[in-house]
C-alpha cells in the first residue's frame, strides 16, 4: 500500500543531542514538508521540498535541517541549537503540480520528540 | 506572505446539529487551494474538503459543506448533522498553486467537541 510512514514514533532527546527524525514516501510525490504541531499553534512550517536536492526554509526552521538526497526520503535533524523542540512532529507529501485533484497532502503518523 | 486564520479555538455542537467553522486567509494570489483537514485524537490528519479558487461553486462532501468568499478571503466549514465522531481539531490550509507547486500553510486549528 501507498503511503507516508515516520519513525520512530516516540523519540526522546537530552539537551544538546542531535536527532533525526525519519519520513519516507513511496507515493512518487515530489514535494515534501515538516511540520512542528504545538498546543494552540497550529502546525508551523518548518521545511519543505519542491524536488531531489533542493529545500526551502518555513516559517520555523531556526535549529532544524533537512536534507532530499531522493524523492522517498526527507529527514529532519533537530540540533542542539533548537531550544523547545518538545513537540509533535508531521510529516507530509503532496504532488508538486498537475491540477486539483493533486493538490492533496498526505500525512505520517507524527513523531513525538520528548527533551529529557 | 500567505497567512490563514482560525479565530475559534473551540467550538461544541449538540449532536445531530449544525455547526459552522471559521476561516479567513490572506494571499495576493489568484489561482491557490483552500482546504479542511481534520485530525481526531490519533493526531491522523485527514482531508474533509477542498476548493479551488477559480470555482465559484461552494464544494460539498456528505455533511461537510463549504463557504468560500473569494473577495472577502474567508472559507468556513459547515457540518451538518453533527456526529459523534466528528469530534476532532480541524485545520483550515492554503496553497499556492503555480508551476513550482507552493507550500501548504496551516491556520492554528478550531477544537471541535460534539456532545450527545
Known amino acids: 500500500d501507498g503511503g507516508i510512514t515516520q519513525s520512530p514514533k516516540y523519540l526522546f532527546r537530552k539537551e544538546g543531542q542531535n536527532v533525526t527524525l525519519s519520513c519516507e514516501q513511496n507515493?512518487?510525490?515530489?514535494?515534501m514538508y515538516w511540520y512542528r504541531q504545538d498546543p494552540g499553534q497550529g502546525l508551523r512550517l518548518i521545511y519543505y521540498?519542491?524536488?531531489?536536492?533542493?529545500?526551502q526554509k518555513g516559517d520555523i526552521a531556526e535549529g532544524y535541517s533537512v536534507s532530499r538526497e531522493k524523492k522517498e526520503s526527507f529527514p529532519l535533524t533537530v540540533t542542539s541549537a533548537q531550544k523547545n523542540p518538545t513537540a509533535f512532529y508531521l510529516c507530509?507529501?503532496?504532488?508538486?503540480?498537475?491540477?486539483?485533484?493533486?493538490?492533496?497532502?498526505?500525512f505520517g503518523q507524527g513523531t513525538r520528540l520528548t527533551v529529557v | 506572505a500567505q497567512t490563514v486564520t482560525q479565530s475559534q479555538p473551540e467550538m461544541s455542537v449538540q449532536e445531530a446539529e449544525t455547526v459552522t467553522l471559521s476561516c479567513t486567509y490572506d494571499?495576493?494570489?489568484?489561482?491557490?487551494?483552500l482546504f479542511w483537514y481534520k485530525q481526531p485524537p490519533s493526531r491522523q490528519m485527514i482531508l474533509v474538503i477542498r476548493q479551488e479558487a477559480y470555482k465559484q461553486q461552494n464544494a460539498t462532501e456528505n455533511r461537510f459543506s463549504v463557504n468560500f468568499q473569494k473577495a472577502a478571503k474567508s472559507f468556513s466549514l459547515k457540518i451538518s448533522d453533527s456526529q459523534l465522531g466528528d469530534a476532532a481539531m480541524y485545520f483550515c490550509a492554503y496553497r499556492r498553486e503555480n508551476n513550482q507547486g507552493g507550500k501548504l500553510i496551516f491556520g492554528q486549528g478550531t477544537e471541535l467537541s460534539v456532545k450527545p
Open positions: 494571499t495576493s494570489e489568484s489561482d491557490y487551494y
Open positions: 507515493l512518487n510525490h515530489d514535494a
Open positions: 507530509a507529501s503532496s504532488m508538486r503540480t498537475g491540477g486539483p485533484m493533486n493538490t492533496e497532502a498526505f
Open positions: 521540498s519542491q524536488i531531489v536536492n533542493d529545500f
